[in-house]
């Protein structure tokens, strides 16, 4: 026994591991560093504000927004569906809390509503929060290249829950059920060029220990997000001859996998437009000094035979929002600076 024994052991010695793994589970699952290097993933561009500190959405990512209530999460949302819209994708919107309305998608100027699908409750057929994680399961597994919306992580109700009484006192579920989640879709959203966002809300944390605001949907979304970002500040109005016209978002970045982290940055919504990209444009622009002003007046192209002038920052967006060939100019040099 013991000569058999150690005749085994010699014979597999010289066993190449890599090979009998290539045999057994397939020969593209295993690759050189400079694969990622040389593959990268297409990186979607959302809003020049955006863009710049977070780099844009890239395909495969999982993008988490939070934020209390009415402070813009589903604009930026529809807004990054917008740009999947662009790039030729299927968007579906999973409305867990039953309340995207008319003026949501109404809202966001350039977004196609006849192509988003949008999956929620009926009178007659009531879907559980278990049910909702399981239809973006079997979307993200058999889709390729989609953008899945979940609004909102903290509207997901479980069965038990679902079926017990309203004065029962029940452990929350949700973190347990988006970690089993992001388990069974780790494999799925990145290979399958995927890309999801999961809106979650800023709630108050009553245990007495930590911050005194939290995430909801738990920690393992947390960790997974390659984009995490978070609003707690509220909105400032933007007021245009004495009318609110919308208002500047800033949002905290915890992580972003293309960009920075931990910075703000802050996000113009417009009414009846959504992001603003020519209002974020110009603050940029003007911090490269690509418009320049003086008084009450901007310049762009000022000291050259080009020059174009503004009396009032109303003047000047109007005119890059009239003028795409102006706007597009404006962008491109912005965008070789940034990049």
């Not at 960790?223 to 500047?248: S, W, Y």
């Not at 992001?275 to 002003?293: N, R, T």
């Not at 109007?318 to 940034?338: H, P």
Request: net charge neutral.
């Amino acid at each position: 026994m013991a000569k058999k024994k150690a005749e085994e052991i010699e014979d597999s010695s010289g066993v190449d591991i890599e090979k009998m793994i290539i045999k057994k589970y397939g020969s593209d699952i295993i690759n050189p560093g400079t694969f990622l290097i040389e593959n990268p993933k297409k990186v979607l561009s959302i809003s020049p504000i955006f863009d710049q500190v977070c780099g844009g959405v890239p395909e495969g990512s999982l993008v988490t927004l939070s934020s209390p209530s009415g402070f813009g999460k589903t604009t930026l949302a529809l807004t990054i569906a917008k740009a999947c819209q662009k790039d030729g994708r299927e968007v579906y919107y999973i409305d867990a809390e039953n309340r995207l309305k008319p003026m949501n998608i109404e809202g966001i100027k350039g977004l196609d509503p006849a192509t988003i699908k949008v999956i929620r409750s009926t009178k007659d057929n009531k879907l559980t929060g278990e049910m909702y994680l399981q239809i973006a399961t079997d979307l993200l597994k058999n889709k390729t290249g989609i953008c899945l919306i979940i609004d909102s992580a903290s509207s997901l109700c479980p069965a038990s829950e679902d079926t017990g009484d309203v004065s029962a006192t029940i452990r929350a579920t949700s973190p347990k059920m988006f970690a089993s989640f992001c388990r069974k879709n780790a494999d799925y959203i990145r290979p399958n060029d995927n890309i999801v966002v999961v809106i979650k809300h800023v709630i108050t944390n009553t245990s007495g220990y930590g911050l005194t605001q939290q995430e909801d949907g738990g920690e393992k979304l947390k960790f997974q997000a390659d984009i995490r970002l978070m609003c707690t500040k509220a909105p400032e109005k933007i007021i245009e001859n004495d009318i609110a016209v919308g208002h500047m978002i800033e949002w905290f970045v915890h992580k972003s996998a293309t960009g920075q982290s931990n910075v703000t940055f802050k996000t113009y919504l417009r009414y009846g437009i959504g992001i603003d990209d020519v209002s974020e444009m110009m603050e940029i622009a003007q911090d490269y000094g690509l418009i320049e002003k003086s008084g009450a007046w901007f310049y762009i192209n000022k000291d050259t035979d080009k020059v174009v002038k503004f009396q009032g920052i109303a003047n000047l967006r109007e005119y890059l929002s009239t003028n795409d060939e102006a706007y597009q100019g404006l962008l491109k040099k912005v965008q070789e600076i940034t990049v």
